[in-house]
């Protein structure tokens, strides 16, 4: 294994994550409703039988501090993962267009609802479905061009 390469893959799925990061969280902001990331977070939480805030409330730092965490955690998680198996020579745009809409379907058509965290992604409207695979898209090609520039250094 390249380890300049899982480092560059990581740092790609990081930078798309804080990417992402500040969208959800200017979106907040902008709507004065909490994102998906942090409905996410809240409905783990009940699961784990976790108190958490009323769910139309904002996060507070605290909170915020551990949904964006969380999800930059996913978001290195999801780097080593590219690093891991997809091969070396593949090309950027293809690999990382196959990985985004991987990554989108476990996250948000398997896992997501499996674990009863959100509604299954098939109930969302065209929208909130095409703003999910540009999100991921995008994020698979920033981790496949992190991994290949680094490989490359």
Same mark, same amino acid.
């Given at each position: 294994?390249?380890?300049?390469? %899982?480092?560059? $893959?990581?740092?790609?799925?990081?930078?798309?994550?804080?990417?992402? !990061?500040? %969208?959800?969280? $200017?979106?907040?902001?902008?709507?004065?409703?909490?994102?998906e990331? !942090?409905?996410?977070?809240r409905a783990g939480a009940r699961q784990l039988g976790v108190r958490s805030v009323?769910?139309?409330?904002?996060p507070d730092a605290t909170e915020q501090a551990v949904v964006q965490g969380s999800h930059l955690l996913l978001s290195a998680a999801a780097g080593a993962v590219y690093a891991l198996t997809v091969d070396e020579d593949a090309g950027v745009l293809p690999s990382g267009i196959v990985f985004g809409l991987a990554f989108y379907a476990a996250m948000?058509?398997?896992?997501?609802?499996?674990?009863?965290?959100?509604?299954?992604?098939?109930?969302?409207?065209?929208?909130?479905?095409?703003?999910?695979t540009m999100v991921h898209l995008v994020f698979g090609v920033a981790t496949a061009a992190g991994a290949k520039a680094a490989a490359n250094a």
């Open positions: 294994m390249n380890g300049k390469r %899982m480092a560059g $893959a990581i740092a790609g799925g990081l930078v798309a994550g804080l990417g992402i !990061t500040a %969208m959800m969280m $200017a979106g907040e902001k902008k709507s004065g409703t909490p994102s990331l !942090t409905d996410l977070e009323p769910s139309s409330d904002l948000h058509w398997i896992a997501g609802p499996l674990l009863g965290l959100k509604k299954p992604e098939w109930q969302a409207d065209a929208a909130t479905i095409g703003t999910h």
